[in-house]
């Protein structure tokens, strides 16, 4: 079963209660369903449903994250390309079997920590939003290692490479596809 997203989001809230992860879930479910209608028009729903699902489990399990993701989404019978393509985000940080590998997988796994940081920066401006974000805002505090020191820029950087983008190309895309949702931090 592939999810639509007003049960991706059903689904999203049902294993999260803190506000926080269930707007995380919609921002790199939005992102993604950006991405989608630039790389793969049509499926922005199937990508949207991959972004917000894909931290499902951290809440309630952040020690298991990405395995126990695995089991909440087969219980519910969700589609095993999309379980794959969501629980890939934690390769390497996390016990997932699942590699990013692709272009949906390669994003999801560049834009899930970029997104938080992003929000960060937009945090720290006076209208606390990316409408008036610029790429060199954000590379500034990228390069500041106490900003948002909890975001891996490791993981960031290996996204932009798995991707054959660069770290503008794709700190700037993911701008453009946070704008779409008018987010204000």
């Known amino acids: 079963m592939i999810p639509n997203r007003e049960y991706a989001d059903e689904l999203v809230r ?11 879930a919609r921002i790199v479910g939005g992102v993604l369903a950006w991405f989608a209608s630039q ?23 952040p020690e298991e994250h990405c395995v126990k993701g695995i089991e909440i989404l087969r219980e519910h019978d969700v589609d095993e390309d999309l379980i794959k393509s969501a629980m890939s985000h934690g390769w390497g940080m ?5 590699e990013p590998e692709l272009l949906l997988e390669k994003i999801l796994y560049a834009c899930d920590e970029l997104t ?8 720290m401006r006076p209208s606390k939003s ?3 974000l610029e790429v060199s805002s954000v590379r500034k505090k990228f390069k500041q290692p106490s900003f948002a020191a909890a975001i891996s820029r490791e993981v960031i950087v290996d996204g932009a490479e798995r991707l054959g983008w660069s770290l503008d190309e794709l700190i700037g ?3 453009q596809a946070m704008r779409t949702l008018d987010y204000v931090a």
């Open 130 to 132: 990316v409408a008036d």
């Open 14 to 24: 049902k294993y999260n209660d803190a506000d926080f992860h269930v707007q995380h």
């Open 39 to 61: 790389h793969d028009p049509g499926r922005e729903d199937y990508w949207y449903a991959v972004g917000a699902l894909h931290d499902i489990d951290y809440e309630r399990f």
């Open 116 to 123: 938080g940081f992003i929000g960060a920066v937009a945090l």
């Open 173 to 175: 895309q993911t701008i």
């Open 94 to 98: 996390t016990q997932s079997p699942y």
